[in-house]
């Protein structure tokens, strides 16, 4: 009888160990289910970027190089004058990457100009070709270029009759940059009965009352 209660007693304790009770191991009581360590808090997770876009009044041209943004202000000037003021906007005076382009270029640039009578004339970005420097040197395709880091090819070029016809001014030299010409309305020609939308050489040094700012979007 004593053994078999010595042997309940055993079983007792060896429970009680086994059950999470009282051990050496760790110094009293063990861990049971309440007694477990809290998780790691988890990094946060970071945040995608945003996408880059255009400002809401500029337009977005989603060209093979990437987004460029482009809008025609109203503003008399030079050429020079007229990068300047694209430069105070965080842009450029803007290339033509293409025909399309170049069509809603002119079509944004007539509401310009029929509001702030802007004259029919729009400055954009390009300079004659160092190499081009009169009409028979080079092809009027080839003869200028783009410069404003992100315009590319010659899909954007549209000259027009004898243009680019290179004239030269003693003071100011050859024409060595690009005004646009704006028509009024559809059907209507524009200055010198050019298309609308058609490209002319001009003297860097001309004062025209709108220009067209391109930038990458942010």
Not at 130 to 154: L, Y
Request: proline letters at 9%; hydrophobic letters at 30%; charged letters at 15%.
């Amino acid at each position: 009888m004593k053994f078999l209660l010595l042997l309940l007693g055993v079983t007792v304790v060896s429970a009680y160990y086994g059950s999470g009770g009282y051990s050496s191991e760790y110094g009293g009581r063990g861990r049971g289910r309440g007694s477990r360590r809290p998780p790691r808090p988890q990094p946060p997770r970071p945040r995608p970027p945003r996408p880059s876009r255009c400002p809401s009044d500029w337009m977005t041209f989603n060209r093979p190089q990437g987004p460029w943004c482009v809008k025609v202000f109203p503003g008399a000037g030079t050429s020079y004058t007229a990068q300047s003021m694209c430069q105070a906007q965080g842009a450029v005076l803007t290339g033509v990457q293409d025909a399309n382009e170049r069509i809603q270029l002119a079509n944004a640039a007539r509401i310009v100009n029929n509001d702030n009578n802007g004259g029919g004339y729009l400055w954009i970005d390009g300079r004659r070709r160092a190499q081009c420097p009169n009409k028979p040197s080079c092809a009027a395709i080839n003869t200028f270029e783009w410069t404003d880091g992100h315009t590319t090819g010659t899909d954007g070029f549209f000259w027009p009759g004898a243009e680019p016809n290179a004239f030269v001014h003693g003071p100011w030299g050859v024409q060595s940059c690009i005004v646009m010409h704006i028509s009024v309305a559809d059907g209507q020609a524009a200055s010198w009965g050019y298309p609308h939308g058609s490209m002319d050489d001009e003297y860097c040094q001309q004062t025209w009352k709108m220009y067209a700012c391109g930038k990458r979007p942010s």
